[in-house]
């Protein structure tokens, strides 16, 4: 029996978020904002199959990150988690589909389950969602946390997360490009708002805040296709992470991609 579990980023972006991760007993998809096939082909292309999803946990109701739940619910009969409140507005507003009673499960802000051989946390984030949370995955005390959607990050989020093996952080946009940027000042700043989306700056600050002895990837996620640069991002967490004295080789700062695949990593 390994010790330890794998995860992979199939996709983080404006456009669509899904996340994996693997232990010898589970099989967990956080999010599904592609659609059902393209989740298919991202899976595949790591080797591995929808049909051996066990859960799907939700973070919000976001379209980006829900387009393909309800399809590979009905396909795949995996069971779906998400909170109350976000359960509500997903059922009230048939934003899923149907799906069957019997998968739908509750995952309550601020609890810790056990899904067989892992413990998972979930975390309220500031978002202009009914109830948006995301999730820390603890195993063989190593652990691995998702962080994007949230507008800032409060002392209380930072403690949750703090001295995680690897991170998906957000860093959805630069400042000055969204501000000269296509979108409507409304949408803008919605962006900017403490319920909105993290920065570079705050990505990385955020970052600065919970690194800790057992960090070594923060991956950079959530990148807006029009209003952020991946080499911009990568090079305002890189050069934050280095003034305050962190080695870059020892945390390795990784970016996603809205369309491929990472590979599968191991923690």
């Known amino acids: 029996m390994t010790t330890g579990f794998k995860y ?34 991202s899976l595949e292309s790591i080797g591995r199959s929808a049909s051996d999803i066990d859960s799907l946990l939700i973070t919000h109701e976001h379209s980006d ?37 019997e998968q739908i499960r509750t995952f309550e802000m601020g609890k810790t389950l056990t899904f067989d051989d892992i413990d998972i946390e979930s975390f309220g984030v500031s978002h202009d969602a009914v109830a948006p ?18 507008g800032y990050v409060s002392d209380r989020m930072a403690g949750t ?8 952080m957000e860093a959805n946009h630069d ?5 000269m940027g296509p979108y409507p000042f409304r949408t803008k700043q919605r962006i900017l708002s403490d319920k909105g989306h993290l920065s570079n700056e705050d990505g990385a600050m955020a970052a600065l805040t919970v690194i800790g ?9 959530h990148r807006s296709q029009h209003n952020n640069i991946k080499e911009l991002a990568h090079m305002t967490m890189e050069t934050s992470l280095q003034q305050h004295d962190v080695d870059t080789h020892v945390v390795q700062i990784i ?6 695949s990472s590979p599968l990593y191991e923690i």
């Open 213 to 221: 002895n057992h960090t070594k990837r923060i991956f950079l996620g």
């Open 65 to 101: 990150h829900i387009k393909g739940v309800g399809v590979l619910a009905r396909r795949y009969h995996m069971n779906v988690y998400a909170n109350e409140l976000t359960w509500h507005k997903l059922l009230d507003d048939n934003m899923l589909g149907k799906i069957p009673p």
């Open 8 to 41: 992979a980023i199939l996709a983080s972006g404006s456009t669509g978020n899904a996340t994996y991760i693997e232990t010898d007993k589970q099989k967990i998809l956080v999010d599904a904002g592609l659609t059902a096939k393209k989740i298919e082909e």
């Open 175 to 179: 400042i000055e490009m969204l501000r």
């Open 255 to 260: 970016d996603t991609s809205h369309v491929d």
């Open 133 to 150: 949370q995301f999730y820390r995955f603890m195993k063989d005390n190593k652990s691995f946390v998702i962080l994007t959607d949230t």
């Open 161 to 168: 997360i703090e001295d995680a093996d690897a991170y998906i």
